[in-house]
């Protein structure tokens, strides 16, 4: 695929050892690509990405994959921390959530999904471990957000979806009070980080960052029927997909 050199100066070498294998994506959440570009590569900002996506499908790559890129910051996932040892981080463009949150378009999925192809060629990435920035920041971070197409990710054997009846899946009613200790439990092994203490994320935040990823119909940080459900099936896929690996 086509790539459009544009190097950042904000790398700096992976830790030695680490494993590269998970992919975190992004939005860019600026105004417009240029200046989000403009930014990754701002010695000031101390910000940067593998690649960046445009919304009419051009692909810049701002780091050599064997470096590591500025892009996940603090963060958790499965028991890990500071990702950008073991990830490829990729700039989504969109405004995101402060300056006009909109549908990515056709084009620019497209050229992910080639992008995520070509990353899959070259690194042993398991399926699940293609993730939102959300995921593995909640307290801090929404994007990509719940307009992201995770579905048609999936499709293409990049990260999961909770498999289940449509109805079950969408349904906003409560649980019962009993039930949410084991909700809690499956976050956990799904790979958020779960403590009251920590600077990672208040319940309602670690539930509204699963819900933007496996639940984009109702962000709402509140553990209902629908969202039960779909723990439970993200959950299990990981635990199969871990057990194959
Ligand atoms: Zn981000």
Known sequence: MRVIPHPSPNRDARMGGAALDMVILHYTGMETGEAALARLVDPSAAVSAHYLVEEDGRVFRLVDEAERAWHAGVSYWQGREVLNHHSIGIEIVNPGHEFGYRPFPEAQIAALLALLADIAARHAIRRDLYIGHSDVAPDRK????????????????????????????????????????????????????????????????????????????????????????????????????????
């Open 142 to 245: 929404t994007d990509p957000g719940e307009l992201f197409p995770w579905e048609q990710l999936a499709a293409a054997g990049f990260g999961i979806v909770p498999e289940g009846e449509s109805a079950v899946l969408a349904d906003a009613g409560d649980i019962p009070a009993d039930q949410l200790a084991a909700c809690w439990h499956q976050l956990a092994e799904i790979g958020y980080r779960i403590d009251a203490n920590d600077p990672y994320g208040k319940p309602a935040d670690i539930v509204a960052a699963f819900q933007r990823h496996w639940r984009r119909g109702g962000v709402t940080g509140q553990i209902d029927r629908g969202t039960a459900a779909a723990i439970a099936s993200v959950r299990d896929q990981i635990i199969r997909l871990k057990e194959a690996s």
